[in-house]
């Protein structure tokens, strides 16, 4: 007879969706019903928080644009009184205001644009569930580990053994807290490469904008000398630089600054202040969102949106200002023509002093000649192939061009099957880069 006192059941994810269309309501059921989770709908906010006082959910996703309650407002009732429950906004490009407003009143986990892309939202759904669960482990193993510590004061000191019995467990429940704490802020990373990841699903010269110009901009700097905190603010701030545009229409998005006229100039100068609201509410994330808002300043004081000068530029926003226009004048979003790397690289050094800090441009002319003779050790390898502990050496994205895992992700065991098993499902190879240069 098998023993299955050990093992329970994991129950299905509860879901309310609430949307003023029930056509809307339709189409999300019809894609998130067969992955196994308990779908509830409704078709007001109102009722959306009658089905809450009812019955506990582990996700809300909302539509924005609702009557007598929107999506914002609902949205921060539900943090309010619920706080455990993860909240998804669904929301339209020209709603940024509102957006933002949900955002800082809603504390939402993530924001996805309508129309939706079917594997974008189910992979949304996925990380908010899996993040929500990781915090949840997380919170019992401390409480765990507080429990074991009050037993240990308990314990008599004569009582050797069972000091050092006591010990050893506190120190496995110790590493499966580092444990969840890494796979933590690894879900951490991704998900803002995900977020940044949201501009470019639109195309044009915005594809792979932000993911070069945040490897360029670590690079940067590290070369600076800048400290280790100083460089994964650039970093995040690199990948969310133009995250003030999501709500710019189409047309606006893919004009180069040179041909805007007054108004779509004045539209354009408002993104990075949109930038920083939107990532203000993160407490990891408020130096990253001085940087966002202050890297279109000039080092003559003559950029915006607030006028700085010189050395009153934050350091990452004045580097990330040469990395981030280094990048814009070769894929043509600054001016109409696209230059070459050397006509952008002497592009800078013209500006140098004016447009830009001169010692930041010094050390990224040094830079681009260190990188020219840099040899990338990888490989490709296929999913079947891949072990525990390779290191990615890319980004790992799908046919579609959805992230799904972020450079320097480590792989383990589930991991690699979760490659496998979609390898599988899309019947086509996956090749994963593998670094080859780590010992």
Known sequence: MTDTSSTQEIPPASILLVDDEPSILSSLRRLLRPVGYRIHTAESGRAGLDILEQEPMDLVISDMRMPEMDGAKFLEQVRRRWPATTRILLTGYADVTSTIEAINRGEIYRYVSKPWDDNDLTLVVRDALESARLRNENTRLLALTQAQ????TDLNANLEDKVKQRTSEIEQVNSFLNLANDRLKQNFLVSIKMFSGLMELRGGAMSGHSRRVADLARKLAVRHGLSPKEQQDVFFAAL???????????????????????????????HAIAGESALMPLDELKDVSKIVR?????????????????????????????VNDYDGLQIGTLAEKRMSADEAKAMLVQSRGKRYDPQIVDTFIELLGGLAHEVVRESAVSHADLKVGMVLSRDLVSRDGVMLLSADYILDVSLIKQIQEYA????????????????
């Open 149 to 152: 510590n009050e037993k240990l």
């Open 240 to 270: 969310l630089h133009d995250v003030g545009k999501i709500g710019f229409p189409d047309n606006l998005l893919t004009r180069p600054v040179s041909k805007m006229n007054g108004d779509d100039l004045g539209h354009y100068r408002k």
């Open 294 to 322: 202050s890297h279109h300043e000039r080092f003559d004081g003559q950029g915006f949106p607030d006028g700085l000068q010189g050395l009153g530029i934050p350091l990452g926003a004045r580097l990330l200002s040469v």
């Open 424 to 439: 599988r499902r899309e019947s086509h190879a996956v090749l994963t880069y593998i670094r080859t240069d780590r010992r």
